[in-house]
């Protein structure tokens, strides 16, 4: 008599066996991107290898079943940045082990590189395809290679990245990068970035552990970085139960932003998408999410970019690409901006995320007003509540408008677009209807013109008397206070034939003549440093730190520096003495020859020394850094050393013979904050290390 259970059993050694051979890829297996069977699936048909549609061909992949084919959910792409082959490609799991794409023309391209070869594949119901050995062991997995994605029971190791697609239906490399850094820090980046530290739009705090990996539980959906000992730190941890074969992916999408999803399936086995958990809730914190000159808004949780005033799209189909300037520009006259040939225009609560070349204290008229008149401003940023101005340069980068920021951009854009002769409009026109609301716009105009023509003109009497009066107080007294600090003072050539005491003692020459030295009132030399101690304080607050750092008195050395008649000159940059023309770098070399006198102690020439070689300070410095002997510059005394190297090497930059090689002032700033590199400086030429 047959056993009652013989049939359930055989049905489910048969369903069993069904699902290995389904799993299970032979040597000598192929796909074909037209013929079936195009792809393998993973035992439970839930994830697929093999050809997929892209743009105008085929690439190789996996991707979860049962979503839209028009937007396939692809989870990893083999050899991502190869353009897509045709319908005749092939994919062979070769007799000698190998996986190979097989081309029209005849070549092979490894899809898998591996040691040895492989006996056996495997579609994983994990979403990992796998490649065996005749032992059994895994040689290759797609999971130690991700993509833009990690799957659940899938790390990212240290060291490792996770980079964007290029779009939705384009799975090349894209524009974001998330990096699994050895400092334990998973930072996102702009792919492109030249600034990494600086740049990062994301990174949670991971509490100082080294050698972290990324790591996402298959059954919770919860994202962790931990090491071998256990879990340091809970990215995301939803509080909600899912049911047993929920799929979970973390992927760096095509915006930039960092999400993980969940996928559910219904009795029809179609997957549903949920987003779980978003590393940024405002789209617009993404660098580079806008190109350059555009900026990103964020409302009703949508991100849109748009450009800036004066500007188009350079492609509308891809805002990526950035916007353009559609106004001509005017060249700088004696180093001054052509102010009748362009308008400020203002956008308030503004940022952007490039450096200032120049950040000073400012009302906020003096600020649009000095732009325009500036040949090298194209934009300021200006910070109303520090009373703070920044200006740029075009192009700008990282640009956002936040509600919560007080700031208000200016822009300087010309008068005139490129596309005709038409001026740009700086605002939008106002249409009015009505013909009593333009009679009583008119009346009212009139009035406020009238009143306040009055006003200025009452004021600006009491004004001018009230100036003139305290003019001449001053200049009775001979002590001008703070508005000698802060303004220029056009003087007399006999006053200036008293305070040089007949143009008596020369200090040096140049292209614009003689320099004399002289005394213009009591106190002139005090007021000389407390002005550079004054820039210092506003203008480069890291760089003073840094000075602080290295143990030094800065005061005596700057008043004696700036107050010598011999060690002026010191100063002067090559080009000076060689009477060729004259660059902006030359008050680099300038500023490479103080930092060094500041980092020593010393002047740029001392006499009395022990050796020759140390009489010219530059050569003494580099002889020192070559010999890495840096702590003979400090005296012995307790520095940080890497802060005292970083120092000297852009010490040593600075001071280059030819122009070209000198780093911009920009430059100077961010190496001395650590924030740029700075690599080892070449040695000074003789003509900058004898100058004198």
């Excluded at 001509?328 to 001054?336: A, I, L, M, P, V």
């Amino acid at each position: 008599m047959e056993s009652p259970f013989s049939i359930p059993v055989f049905l489910v050694l048969l369903y069993l066996l069904t699902s290995v051979t389904e799993s299970r890829i032979n040597l000598g297996s192929r796909l074909s991107p037209t013929i079936h069977p195009t792809s393998w699936l993973s035992s439970s048909g839930r994830f697929a290898f093999g050809f997929y549609e892209q743009s105008n061909g085929f690439a190789i992949g996996i991707w979860l079943v049962g979503t839209n084919p028009e937007k396939k959910t692809v989870v990893w792409t083999a050899n991502r940045d190869d353009p897509p082959v045709t319908s005749n490609a092939t994919l062979d799991f070769t007799k000698d082990g190998k996986l190979l794409l097989q081309t029209v023309l005849s070549e092979e391209k490894h899809i898998a590189s591996v040691s040895e070869a492989a006996s056996l594949a495997s579609m994983l119901d994990s979403g990992n395809f796998v490649l065996y050995n005749n032992d059994s062991k895994i040689i290759w997995q797609s999971f130690n290679s991700p993509t833009d994605t990690i799957l659940g029971g899938q790390n990212l190791w240290a060291g490792h990245h996770l980079v964007s697609s290029f779009s939705e239906k384009n799975h090349s490399t894209g524009r974001f990068d998330l990096i699994m850094q050895h400092d334990g820090k998973l930072v996102l980046y702009p792919l492109n970035s030249a600034n990494r530290p600086a740049d990062a739009y994301w990174a949670p705090d991971s509490y100082g552990y080294p050698e972290l990996h990324l790591y996402l539980n298959q059954s919770t959906g919860d994202l962790l970085l931990r090491d071998n000992t256990g879990v340091k730190r809970f990215l995301s941890s939803i509080d909600k139960k899912f049911p047993n074969d929920t799929i979970f992916r973390a992927t760096v999408d095509v915006d930039g932003n960092f999400r993980l999803y969940s996928h559910s399936f219904e009795g029809n086995g179609k997957p549903t998408m949920t987003n779980e958990w978003s590393a940024l809730d405002n789209q617009c914190y993404v660098n580079s999410f806008c190109g350059f000159n555009s900026y990103c808004t964020f409302m009703d949780n949508t991100a849109d970019c748009l450009c800036l005033k004066g500007f188009e799209f350079v492609d509308p189909n891809d805002k990526s690409r950035g916007c353009q300037s559609i106004f001509t520009r005017e060249s700088c006259r004696n180093g001054k901006g052509n102010a009748k040939a362009y308008n400020i225009t203002t956008l308030d609560k503004m940022t952007w995320g490039d450096y200032p070349y120049s950040y000073a204290s400012m009302t906020e008229e003096d600020c649009s007003k000095s732009c325009l008149e500036e040949c090298n401003c194209e934009a300021a940023l200006y910070d109303v509540d520090y009373g703070k101005c920044g200006k740029q340069k075009l192009p700008l980068r990282y640009i956002r408008r936040d509600q919560s920021l007080s700031t208000k951009a200016f822009l300087k854009l010309g008068k005139t677009s490129i596309h005709g002769t038409h001026p740009i409009p700086m605002n939008p026109p106002v249409a009015i209807d009505s013909k009593k609301a333009n009679v009583l716009i008119l009346v009212v105009t009139l009035g406020f013109i009238i009143c306040s023509f009055v006003a200025i003109s009452v004021s600006g009497y009491f004004i001018y008397k009230e100036r003139v009066y305290r003019y001449r107080r001053l200049l009775g007294n001979g002590n001008l206070g703070l508005r000698e600090e802060l303004t220029l003072r056009m003087f007399s050539y006999n006053e200036l034939v008293k305070a040089t005491d007949g143009f008596k003692e020369e200090l040096g020459r140049g292209s614009f003549g003689a320099v004399y030295k002289g005394v213009l009132s009591r106190g002139s030399k005090l007021v000389a440093v407390k002005r550079l101690e004054k820039v210092v304080e506003e203008g480069e607050r890291e760089f003073r730190a840094e000075m602080r750092a290295i143990g030094r008195t800065h005061h005596r050395n700057l008043v004696r520096t700036f107050t010598g008649v011999r060690g002026t000159r010191g100063y002067l940059a090559p080009e000076w003495q060689k009477n060729t023309p004259i660059s902006v770098k030359a008050d680099i070399y300038s500023f490479g020859v103080v930092l060094l006198e500041i980092i020593c102690c010393r002047r740029n020439l001392e006499v009395f020394v022990s050796r020759t070689d140390e009489i010219v300070l530059s050569t003494w410095v580099y002889n020192c850094f070559v010999d890495r002997q840096l702590d003979k510059l400090v005296g012995g005394e307790e520095v940080d050393k890497n802060t005292l190297e970083t120092m000297v090497k852009v010490g040593l930059w600075c001071i280059q013979d030819e122009p070209h090689l000198r780093p911009s002032m920009k430059n100077v700033i961010l190496m001395l904050q650590g924030i740029m590199d700075v690599p080892v400086p070449p040695s000074p030429t003789p003509s900058s290390m004898t100058s004198s």
